[in-house]
């Protein structure tokens, strides 16, 4: 998926709605585009056609989105925003705009029918991923790619805490990013003949120069965090340092973008690339451990698994994710990541697996030899089966081992959000009929996965099936 045309496209809508005083679900459009481009090949808003809603919303949400029925109105709402938008910012004609409004029309009754019907269930929303709407479509959740409690700085002191690996960008890019720093046009860097060097002092300077440490702690806490924030957020830190004063916040944030330290998206902020360079540098400079992150659009398979197993902001994952498969035929991106996942554990699997799903018919030779792997073949049914490719049926036992295979590779999410695994669970769990078959099945978390269950659904005939089954499966282990 291309990040930066969605970006750009829900900001331009944002823009679009503020300026007519119309509310924009930016959510529920942003899920469309984002859909959109992983499986139906948009890659702008002038490449949305009248079909490309009935694929949308009569297919791809009821395989990929945990949502009742009744949230249909919602999605159909959001729908016809976006068509509103694309009518009048010129990215479609009238009378396409038209097609697409009567097309709506005739999906609006569909919707609910389609959400609720589980024949149309994609693997992961059937076989009971619990990760939480907001993240199937990955079907996994990438470690650390929830955002922090961001209601205080993560410590007084920047040593107390590790800092997290961050990411560079290269040194060319970074020297062109200095000739865009407004400030820089005014009271250039001192012509050393090390351009990023100097950078550095600069930013250091800055740093030193905030008697109140306000700056500090803000800059502290982006950098920890890694994505893009709230705008508000960034007020009430600095508003923090301001001792009640009548601090112009929008002006100290519009100072900070001329320096080269902040960019500003409609209501979110980040550190710029130049700042992240510059920070790293700043603690290095003071004895920190401040590691690079590596590149993971240049590791092999098994690397680019266990750098987003290691915890990567959800941004960045996309991002590197995007690259690696730009980087390589669909075919090869598919015997690297299954040759890969053969015989991993479970979440490294579900990663690969979530991958491969972006990769459209083409990859389907390479998908094909997959039958044969115990493990990989009820995945590669499925991927066969959702585009509409020559399939087997999935046997009983491959059902049930694939349904505590996809509960296991949820179980991460599941402890951090015990909760919202419940609720989940309560939605779209396994029938107790099902349960009760899991314990036979021979997959080396089938024990914890069954615990979890047992724990974690709250109809109560259901939870103690599940616990029979754990026993049942322990007994077996031991024997």
């Not at 990929?64 to 159909?76: F, G, M, N, Y």
């Not at 994609?122 to 990760?131: E, N, P, Q």
């Not at 690079?292 to 902001?313: F, K, Q």
């Not at 939605?427 to 899991?438: L, Q, T, Y």
Request: glycine letters at 6%; one cysteine or more; proline letters at 8%.
């Amino acid at each position: 998926m291309s990040i930066e045309w969605v970006n750009g496209a829900i900001d331009a809508l944002r823009a679009w709605g503020r300026a007519r005083e119309v509310e924009v679900d930016a959510d529920e459009v942003r899920l469309l585009c984002d859909y959109a481009s992983d499986y139906l090949n948009v890659n702008e808003l002038g490449d949305f056609t009248p079909e490309t809603f009935d694929e949308l919303l009569l297919s791809i949400y009821p395989r990929k989105v945990i949502a009742p029925p009744e949230s249909a109105p919602e999605s159909i709402a959001a729908a016809r925003t976006l068509v509103d938008y694309l009518s009048e910012s010129g990215a479609v004609s009238g009378d396409t705009a038209a097609l697409m409004r009567d097309r709506l029309d005739d999906i609006a009754p569909r919707m609910p029918e389609a959400l609720a019907d589980q024949a149309n269930f994609g693997m992961a929303k059937t076989l009971f991923s619990s990760i939480g709407p907001e993240s199937l479509e990955q079907a996994i959740a990438i470690p650390s790619g929830e955002m922090p409690d961001l209601g205080e700085a993560p410590c007084d002191c920047p040593g107390c805490t590790p800092l997290p690996a961050a990411r560079l960008a290269s040194p060319e890019d970074l020297v062109a990013d200095l000739e865009t720093v407004p400030a820089l046009a005014d009271d250039p860097l001192p012509d050393t003949g090390e351009p990023l060097e100097a950078w550095a002092q600069r930013v250091a300077a800055l740093l030193e120069d905030d008697a109140d440490r306000g700056l500090y702690d803000l800059f502290d806490m982006l950098y920890r965090v890694q994505v893009r924030v709230p705008v508000s957020v960034i007020h009430d830190y600095l508003d923090e340092y301001a001792d009640g004063g009548e601090t112009d916040l929008d002006a100290v944030l519009d100072d900070l973008v001329r320096h080269g330290m902040i960019h500003l998206t409609d209501d979110t902020a980040e550190l710029t690339p130049l700042a992240v360079w510059g920070l790293r540098r700043h603690y290095l400079s003071l004895g920190l451990d401040a590691p690079e992150a590596p590149d993971l659009a240049e590791a092999d398979a098994l690397g680019l698994i266990e750098g987003l197993l290691e915890g990567v902001p959800a941004e960045l994952a996309e991002q590197d994710i995007s690259r690696w498969l730009t980087g390589r035929a669909p075919g090869e991106a598919v015997a690297e990541l299954l040759a890969a996942a053969s015989g991993a554990p479970a979440v490294a699997r579900g990663i690969a697996i979530t991958i491969v799903d972006r990769l459209g018919s083409e990859a389907e030779p390479e998908v094909r030899r997959y039958l044969d792997d115990q493990e990989l073949r009820p995945h590669a049914i499925h991927w066969l089966a959702a585009r509409g490719l020559p399939a087997p049926q999935l046997t009983q036992e491959e059902l049930l081992w694939v349904s505590v295979d996809m509960l296991a590779l949820a179980m991460p999410a599941a402890e951090e959000d015990p909760e919202n695994f419940a609720e989940n669970m309560a939605a779209s769990g396994p029938p107790a009929h099902m349960i009760e078959e899991m314990w036979r099945v021979d997959h080396p978390d089938v024990v914890e996965v069954l615990e979890l269950l047992g724990r974690s659904i709250p109809d109560g005939t259901v939870a103690k099936a599940a616990r029979k089954a754990a026993f049942k499966a322990r007994s077996r282990a031991i024997r």
